[in-house]
């Protein structure tokens, strides 16, 4: 399954990437392909990483809500399009999640 990583980065230490790249690698570990935007440089524009973000969320199977999601705009928008594409949703504080 791909599966698209989304939370909150603006604002956090190093834009939370070290709580994305450990849901990345847990979800490889699990057999699964993770997309992960933490992995974009720094230095791009807003409306440049959710061009990106976007694009790679159109190509997934579902995405994986990280905590604090709903305090973060780009998340939410990640969120209303992932509803939009029909994508299955994960939350870590599921039971079960990939």
Not at 26 to 39: C, D, K, Q, W
Request: proline letters at 5%; charged letters at 20%; one cysteine or more.
């Amino acid at each position: 399954m791909k599966i698209y990583i989304a939370g909150p980065m603006s604002g956090l230490v190093n834009c939370n990437r070290d709580k994305f790249n450990r849901m990345a690698d847990r979800l490889t570990e699990g057999g699964h392909v993770a997309l992960n935007p933490a992995i974009l440089p720094d230095g791009l524009s807003q409306a440049d990483y959710m061009a990106v973000c976007i694009a790679m969320l159109q190509r997934c199977d579902a995405i994986l809500m990280l905590n604090g999601w709903q305090g973060s705009e780009g998340a939410k928008a990640e969120h209303a399009l992932a509803k939009k594409l029909g994508l299955e949703f994960f939350r870590l504080n599921e039971p079960f999640f990939p």
